[in-house]
C-alpha cells in the first residue's frame, strides 16, 4: 500500500528564506544601493583633497601677496582710468595737430605713459622701496603740462579765457584722480593669481559640499531600505514562521544590525 509521504523541511535559517525569498528585491536594492555609495565616497574623498590643495595653494599665494586685501575685481577700474586720460588728452592735442588719427595716437601714447608710471610707483611701493621725489615732480609736471595744453588746444578752437580754464582745471582733476587711482588700485588689490586661486578654492569647496552631499542622501536611502527590511523581516517571522514576538524582534534587529555592519 503506497504511503503519503509527509512534506520536506524547508532547510536553511529563516534569514536566509527571507532575503532569498520576499526580502531579495530589497537585499538587491541595497546592494545597488551600496555601489553607488562606494562611488559617491570616491568622489567626496577626491573632492576633499582638492579642496585641501586648493586651500593650500591660496594661503601660499596670499602668504607671498605683497599688496592689500582689496578684492581683484576692482582692477577693472584701471581700463577705465586709462580711458579716461586718453579722453582728457586728446582734448589737448586735437585741435594742436591737423590729423585726427595722429591725434588719437598720441591721447593714447600719453594715457598708456600716465598709466605706466602709476604701475612702476606702485611696484616700488609693493617692493616697500621708496618712491624718489623726483619721480613724484615729474608726475606732477605730466599732469600740469596735459593741462596747460588741453587750455591751449581750447583757447584755439574759440573758447573764451574763463571757460578754458575751467575745463582745463577740470581735466588736470580728473588726469590726477586717474593717475593716482592706478596706483592705489594697484597696491591695495590681489593680484590676478591670488584672485584665480581663491576663486578655484570656492569651486572647489562646491564640488566638495556636493559630493559629501550626495553621499550622505545615498547613506540616508540605505538606512531607510534596512529599517524596511526589518520591519518586513519581522512580519515574515511573525506570519509565516510563526516566531513569538519576544524572538523576532531580536533576530530583525540581528540582520538589520548584520547588514549594516556589512555596509561598513
Not at 586648493?54 to 577705465?80: N, Q, T, Y
Not at 586717474?178 to 569651486?203: D, K, N, P, Q, W
Request: charged share 20%.
Amino acid at each position: 500500500m503506497n504511503q503519503i509521504s509527509p512534506p520536506q523541511p524547508v532547510h536553511g535559517n529563516p534569514e536566509g528564506r527571507y532575503l532569498s525569498g520576499p526580502g531579495k528585491s530589497l537585499s538587491r536594492h541595497i546592494s545597488d544601493l551600496r555601489q553607488h555609495q562606494s562611488a559617491a565616497g570616491v568622489k567626496d574623498s577626491e573632492s576633499r583633497h582638492a579642496l585641501d590643495r586648493a586651500e593650500r595653494v591660496s594661503a601660499e599665494r596670499k602668504l607671498s601677496h605683497r599688496g592689500g586685501d582689496r578684492p581683484w575685481l576692482l582692477r577693472c577700474l584701471i581700463p577705465l582710468a586709462v580711458v579716461a586720460e586718453g579722453i582728457t588728452a586728446y582734448v589737448g592735442v586735437a585741435a594742436l595737430v591737423d590729423s585726427q588719427g595722429l591725434a588719437t595716437g598720441l591721447s593714447a601714447l600719453t594715457a598708456f605713459v600716465g598709466a605706466g608710471t602709476a604701475c612702476i610707483l606702485a611696484n616700488r611701493r609693493l617692493n616697500q622701496l621708496p618712491v624718489p621725489a623726483g619721480a613724484r615732480i615729474l608726475e606732477g609736471v605730466f599732469v600740469l603740462v596735459l593741462s596747460a595744453l588741453r587750455y591751449a588746444s581750447l583757447r584755439i578752437v574759440g573758447v573764451g579765457l574763463l571757460t578754458a580754464g575751467g575745463a582745463a582745471g577740470l581735466a588736470l582733476l580728473i588726469s590726477g584722480l586717474a593717475l593716482a587711482g592706478i596706483e592705489e588700485v594697484v597696491v591695495e588689490t590681489h593680484t590676478l593669481a591670488v584672485f584665480a586661486s581663491a576663486l578655484r578654492v570656492s569651486c572647489a569647496r562646491w564640488r566638495q559640499a556636493r559630493a559629501a552631499a550626495r553621499y550622505q542622501r545615498i547613506a540616508a536611502r540605505i538606512a531607510a531600505v534596512l529599517a524596511k527590511v526589518e520591519h518586513d523581516f519581522l512580519n515574515f517571522l511573525l506570519r509565516t514562521q510563526d516566531f513569538p514576538l519576544s524572538e523576532a524582534t531580536p533576530r530583525a534587529a540581528a540582520l538589520k544590525a548584520a547588514m549594516t555592519k556589512d555596509e561598513g
